[in-house]
């Protein structure tokens, strides 16, 4: 009778120990399923926070996308103010290619004149050494005959007069033939001048040409990354919004369970064999829950990845 007793009495006393070790795991379980929630409570916030700055940053770009399109329009302003500049400047090629013929022409008659005057030069020389022949036999003829020296006398005086009157008009010739040179010379530097202005005006013409089109390709190039940003930005938003309607649905269910038989714990305790399948259904949802955190977090950082190579691809287009 005393051992039945003493074995009774071990046999509680081994029950009341095992609802001891149950009840401390029911703790220890609990505490890590509260852990486990604040954790998950923690990243929900982070996941929030980070759909903010996503937001935010899609606000930056479209306010991005509307400076290029101003930029744009400033271009294109700019653009139809080259092409008044550039007809401006073919009217004053025009002008200037006049005037150019127009001191051509006169270049050709300064030539012609000098062309002329040359031949008078050349006419009054041989005047001259005919006057000299003259006033040579005229001095033979004054020496031999005396008795005409006073009519000689007279006619050389006239010839002398006549000299003179030839050397004067030789002196104009020569001051006009200088002047003509000088005229000549001021018309080819002013043409020279017009032709350096001429070759100025067409390279500043072709320099804002070239300005143009390369203003025209770093606009495309700017659409389209544009174009490329808002794409990466839509798919990053709808990760996204996948990875919160996971989180909402799959998370939400493990939780519950764990809630539910933890209420279900601390409301009533009947047999071991309830304890036992209540932290059966406990780490089933436990086991869920750890599962679809895996596979969050892979989700996760294949979504990270995905941006950090688009991030990367954008960077080389822009380089």
């Known amino acids: 009778m005393t051992d039945l007793n003493s074995s009774v009495l071990s046999l509680y006393k081994t029950t009341l120990n095992r609802r001891e070790m149950d009840k401390k795991i029911k703790k220890k379980v609990l505490i890590i399923a509260n852990e486990e929630l604040a954790f998950r409570n923690e990243e929900k916030e982070k996941r929030a926070a980070e759909l903010i700055i996503a937001n935010k940053e899609l606000a930056y770009q479209n306010l991005e996308k ?15 103010f080259q092409n008044i500049e550039k007809e401006k400047r073919a009217a004053e090629l025009i002008i200037a290619n006049k005037e150019l013929a127009f001191q051509n022409l006169e270049k050709e008659k300064r030539a012609a004149e000098l062309f002329v005057a040359n031949k008078e030069l050349a006419f009054q020389n041989i005047e001259k050494e005919k006057r000299a022949a003259e006033l040579f036999v005229a001095n ?4 031999f005959q005396n008795l005409e020296k006073e009519k000689r006398s007279t006619e050389l005086i006239i010839a002398n007069k006549e000299l003179a009157y030839q050397n004067d008009e030789k002196e104009k010739r020569a001051v006009e033939l200088i002047l003509a040179n000088r005229e000549l010379a001021f018309q080819n530097l002013e043409k ?9 005006i067409n390279k500043k013409l072709a320099f804002k040409n070239q300005e143009r089109d390369i203003r025209a390709a770093e606009l495309n190039i700017a659409n389209r990354e544009l174009k490329k940003a808002e794409k990466y930005q839509k798919e990053y938003i709808e990760g996204l919004e996948e990875m919160m309607f996971l989180t909402s649905h799959k ?12 209420s279900m714990l601390d409301q009533s305790l009947n047999s071991p064999a309830e304890l036992k399948q209540s932290v ?3 780490k089933e949802s436990a086991l869920m829950l750890d599962t679809f955190t895996k596979e969050l977090t892979a989700f996760i950082c294949l979504l990270d990845r995905k941006e950090k190579d688009k991030k990367m691809l954008h960077n080389s287009n822009i380089l």
Not at 67 to 77: D, F, S, T, V, Y
Not at 140 to 143: F, G, I, M, V
Not at 192 to 200: G, M, N, P, Q, T
């Open 66 to 80: 509307e400076k290029r399109a101003a930029e744009l329009i400033i271009a294109n302003k700019e653009l139809a």
């Open 280 to 282: 059966n259904c406990i």
């Open 192 to 200: 020279e001048k017009r032709a350096a202005e001429l070759i100025i």
């Open 140 to 143: 033979k003829e004054l020496a």
């Open 251 to 262: 998370v939400r269910q493990p939780i519950a369970n764990i809630l539910g038989f933890s």
